[in-house]
Each structure stands twice: as C-alpha cells, then as structure tokens.
C-alpha cells in the first residue's frame, strides 16, 4: 500500500458525516460530531477521543454506539444501557425504543436516558 493510498483512507475513515445536536444542552445548541467509523455515547469520557461524552444520571457508561460509513450512512444501537435509546423519526412524533441497529436520519430526535434529546443533522454526502 503506498502513502497515498493510507493517506486516503484515513481521511475517509475520518470524514465528518454530521452532528448530534442538543438544545437542553445549551439553547443555541450544544454540538457532537459524527465522524466515520465506530463511536461511544457515554456518560464517562476515558481517554478515547472517539467517545462523545454527555453527563447526565440516567446515561449509562457507555450507552450508545454508533457506527458511520463514509458515505454518510449511520447506525445507532444500545448497548445495554440502564435507562434505554428511543428514536423520533423525523416530525412523526411517534417514540420508539431502539431493540436493534437502527439506521438515523436527517432530522430525527436520539433520546438516550430519561430526558437527554439530541437532534440528528447529517451532511448530505455521498451514499452509494
């Protein structure tokens, strides 16, 4: 494999997909990038710059993982937390639990523990 290519396909593994955002957070919006590859949503940071860390009671350590392709496809799946994962898809204001890997959108409502809500914004990108 020569430069290039790794240089290449670190970059890829590192593209910026999108972002989790909080308005309780913060009311101008507290954000959390989405990096391609696999990540942690925790309440306890570690070391791991690939854990996004949100400090709240009921969010479990780790919680969530999520897992985004360079091509802008993401995945979200509980990990056994203690309080749950439900999604909103988009404006149907319909929560469910979230039981299995399950594909997020642009526009959809994350709540991880009681009360946390996190909105996803996804960058159009490519998703062949």
């Not at 990038?33 to 570690?46: P, T």
């Not at 979230?98 to 997020?104: A, C, D, H, I």
Request: charged share 25%.
């Amino acid at each position: 494999m020569s430069a290039t290519s790794t240089s290449k396909g670190s970059t890829r593994e590192n593209r910026l997909v999108g972002w989790l955002i909080s308005y309780e957070m913060d009311s101008k919006g507290k954000s959390f990038e989405i990096r391609a590859g696999r990540s942690l949503l925790s309440s306890d940071n570690g070391q791991d710059k690939r854990i996004i860390t949100v400090r709240e009671q009921s969010i479990s350590a780790p919680h969530v993982a999520l897992s985004a392709s360079p091509r802008h496809k993401v995945m979200v799946q509980d990990i056994f937390s203690e309080f749950g994962t439900f999604l909103t898809k988009g404006a149907s204001g319909k929560e469910q639990e979230v039981q299995g890997p399950t594909e997020l959108e642009h526009g959809d409502w994350l709540r991880i523990g009681d009360k946390t809500r996190l909105q996803v914004c996804l960058i159009d990108g490519p998703r062949r």
